[in-house]
């Protein structure tokens, strides 16, 4: 059998092939040192002799005082769960409102397709603005309420454009061969297209969920309850050192640094994200891409 011939590299390039290496690898070094910053300023303990830069490299010194302090406070744990709660109704509201919509835009002979196309792309190409989502939200009485953060957004243009390229890239045979054996539309889309359509599911589900888990203008707006406040509002008052009167008590974090309590809040806040993501990671290329052929 005859082996296959291989391209021999010319010395251009390896030479490209360098550069891209040693960009890619100053993007890293870029992305990674003020992030280990935070973690090592995250366990610096109180009274702390050494600067950050030196602290960054002394991990024998360092304090779990601000983690400790963390999830010992009620108030924090009350908002890492509201913040939790709206990431799950939050994916599951989204993908069941985008999931049947998007099907309903790939599908051909859909009478009024194109009036549906143009109906979705319509609000995505003019915002309505700030105001009247507000009017429509408050009207609603979702006031006070956690899903006045999520579902506002709960369906995306952009997402909703990708799935139907998804969508339509799945082979018409598959739901033709379906509808003749007289299975319903409904049918079709759960039996048929859904155990397909597993990547997209994965990718539009984690662009929903980075979304609400870092949502902080909604909560803003419409949540004037202390104890229904997600983490964002708790993590911004920590930074910018306001008064915590709303959810903690100023004093609730003990003993340890402020500086910490700050970069351990944010390292905390990212962890949901930080998990989520090695298990979807795999999906996510495979889904975005197919479901950008079309549309």
Same mark, same amino acid.
């Given at each position: 059998?005859?082996?296959?011939? @291989? ?7 390896? @030479?490209?092939?360098?550069?891209? =290496? ?24 109180? $009274? ?5 830069? !030196? ?14 302090? #963390? ?5 924090? #744990? ?8 709206? #990431?799950?109704? %939050?994916? &599951?509201?989204?993908?069941?409102? @985008? ?12 009478? %009024? ?7 979705? +792309? ?6 309505? $603005? ?5 009017? &429509? ?5 979702? @006031? =006070?309420?956690?899903?006045? &953060?999520?579902?506002? %957004? ?10 139907? $390229?998804?969508?339509? %890239? ?10 003749? =054996?007289?299975?319903? !539309?409904?049918?079709? #889309? ?10 997209? +599911? ?28 997600? +983490? ?6 920590? +930074? ?14 003990? =003993? ?9 809040? &944010? ?29």
């Amino acid at each position: 059998m005859e082996k296959p011939k @291989t391209v021999k590299m010319t010395a251009g390039d390896r @030479t490209f092939y360098v550069l891209v =290496d040693v960009f890619l690898i100053f993007i890293f070094v870029i992305i990674l040192i003020p992030m280990w910053s935070t973690v090592a300023q995250s366990f610096r303990p109180n $009274g702390y002799l050494y600067s950050y830069l !030196e602290a960054m490299f002394r991990p024998w010194d360092w304090k779990i005082d601000a983690y400790k302090a #963390l999830l010992g406070n009620a108030g924090f #744990l009350t908002a890492f769960w509201n913040s939790l709660k709206i #990431l799950i109704f %939050g994916v &599951v509201t989204a993908l069941f409102l @985008t999931v049947p919509l998007s099907y309903c835009m790939s599908v051909q002979d859909l009478p %009024g397709r194109k009036l549906l196309n143009w109906y979705v +792309l319509i609000p995505y190409l003019f915002n309505i $603005g700030l105001i009247p989502t507000y009017l &429509v939200v408050t009207g609603l009485g979702f @006031t =006070d309420h956690l899903a006045s &953060v999520f579902i506002p %957004g709960a369906v995306g243009t952009y997402n909703c454009l990708i799935m139907r $390229g998804f969508f339509e %890239g799945i082979p018409e045979s598959l739901k033709e061969s379906a509808r003749i =054996d007289g299975a319903a !539309e409904w049918y079709v #889309l759960i039996s048929i297209i859904l155990p397909l359509s597993k990547p997209i +599911l994965m990718s539009i589900g984690l662009f929903y969920g980075v979304n609400f888990w870092n949502d902080f203008m909604h909560p803003l707006l419409y949540i004037q309850n202390s104890y229904l406040q997600p +983490l964002p509002i708790l993590l911004r008052n920590i +930074l910018l050192g306001a008064s915590m009167s709303e959810v903690v008590e100023a004093t609730a974090f003990g =003993d340890a640094p402020v500086e910490a309590i700050k970069a351990a809040s &944010v390292f905390l806040s990212a962890i949901p994200m930080i998990i989520a993501y090695p298990f979807i990671q795999k999906y996510f290329t495979k889904g975005t891409m197919l479901g950008a052929v079309k549309g």
